[in-house]
Structures are given as structure tokens and as C-alpha cells.
């Protein structure tokens, strides 16, 4: 009997944890399969993201529709800031989720079984599973991970009606993160702004090139009328930029804040249009 075996390559990856705590999460995440992945999915559904370093909400940039800085938020990506960690133990994402610990460390006897303990979430949204999205087709080689898609695309969607805002807000609450993230939020809320009342912005809204002290005046008038820095940033964040401009043009308007050129022609003509008034003065006299 022939034992030999034909040489192929198999790849191995190997993960360096620094701490027990972290083996048990990379070794929970990568259990079953593909579960992992279908978890994650579920809760980057919901506005949130899973892996197998805990739960966290993305860092983003906040605008709001009211001025109570709690509410009504609309989200921009914010590269530059790491996420928010919710948190790092799994007993506690689970709780959240509403996924049994128990069930999971049970083990399951089919997929099937997999699958509908995954769907347990009570932030599951059906109607987000579609098999033609571009992120099926690059995980084409995940078995477990596109029949799960397929099989949730395809269940009746009654009763399900998870909103990324509500996700999101549940979370902030349960893992007692709400005043931290509030706070990121007035403060890239802040910096925001300070992007864009800028000196340079100013300057080229009003075209007034080099001449900075008007630029200054314009500034400290828009902060008068608006009512500080603190009310600027707040009507930033309701209005948008291109208003913040239009009051950066009246300021001007009414300080009569102009560049120096356009004094400068202003005055020439102003001076040319006397010359011309005493030449017709002369004519009339002879």
C-alpha cells in the first residue's frame, strides 16, 4: 500500500496574543467556522463593529439637526480618529446582542443550527442581506459565510425593523460609553469648525488677499453677531458651510471691510471724477 502523499502548499496563520484574555477572543471569534464573520456582519448591519478585539462604534464626525448636541445626528467617516472600544468582553456583547453564551459554548450540531442562533439578535435586520453586494462576491471563497446570506435574504422580514441610529444609541447606554462619546463628539465638532472659520477661508471668501487685519475685523464681527465661538460651531453644525459663508459676506458688508485694491480704484476714480467735476466747472466759467 502505497502511503505517499503528493506535496502541496497549506497555509498556516499565526496570531501572536499578548494576554489570555485576547486568546480568548481571538479563539471565540474564529470558532465555528465562519460564525465570526456572520456575526460581524450583523452587527456592521446594525452600525456598530465586531471583531475579534470586542465591539466598537466607529469615530465620526457629527453634525446635528437640533442644538442640544444629543440628538439628531447624521454620520461622516473621520479616518483620522480610532474608533470608540464599547467594549472587550464577549459575556457582555453577547448580553447585548441578545446571543446566548450558553447555546454558543454547547457547540451546534448543524449550520442551520448556527445560523439561527446568530439571527437571535434583536438588532437582526433581514432585509440587509443581499447575495449580489459587492462584499458577497469578495468572500466567495467563504462557504458557510455566502449560505448564511443567501438563507437570511430569503426569510420572511416580519417583525424585524432594526435602525442603525437605535443600535448604536442602545449601545452607548448599555456599556455606560454615552458621556465619553458625547464628548469625542463636541470635540471634532470643534476642530471641524475650526477648519472652517478659518483665517484662510475668510480670506478667500472675501477676497481680501494679504490684508489680514481685515480679515480679522470680519471675523470678530461674524463671532459678535453669532454670539461667540461656541454658537459659530453650533450653526455649523445646523446650517453648513456655505451659510457660515453668506454671514461672512454680510459682516463684510456691513463693516464695509474691503481689499485694499479695490480702495485703492475706488479712490482713483473717486479722484478722477473731481478732476472731470472742476475741469466742467472751469468751462463754464469762461
Known sequence: MNLELEPRDIQVDVNVCESKAEWDRRLLFNSYGDLGMIMGLIVKNAGLNLSSKGLKVNSILTRFSDTSYLHGMIQYPDPPNPPLILSESFHDIFAFFGWSMDEWESGFETTLAAYRWAINSKFMEFSHFKPESAGFKRKSNRKMYIQFIEWASSQDNAGSHCEIGDAREAA??????????????????????????????????????????????????????????????????????????????????????????????????????DVNLEQGVEKLRV
Open 172 to 273: 452607548l447606554d448599555f456599556f455606560n460609553k454615552r458621556s465619553e462619546f458625547n464628548q469625542r463628539r463636541i470635540f471634532q465638532q470643534n476642530q471641524y469648525t475650526k477648519s472652517v472659520f478659518s483665517g484662510t477661508n475668510v480670506r478667500d471668501w472675501t477676497d481680501l488677499g494679504g490684508y489680514w487685519l481685515g480679515v480679522k475685523k470680519i471675523m470678530d464681527g461674524v463671532r459678535e453677531r453669532l454670539g461667540g465661538d461656541e454658537s459659530i460651531s453650533k450653526f455649523v453644525a445646523e446650517k453648513g458651510e456655505e451659510k457660515l459663508k453668506s454671514i461672512v459676506l454680510e459682516v463684510q458688508i456691513e463693516l464695509d471691510v474691503w481689499p485694499k485694491s479695490k480702495i485703492g480704484a475706488a479712490t482713483t476714480n473717486r479722484e478722477e471724477m
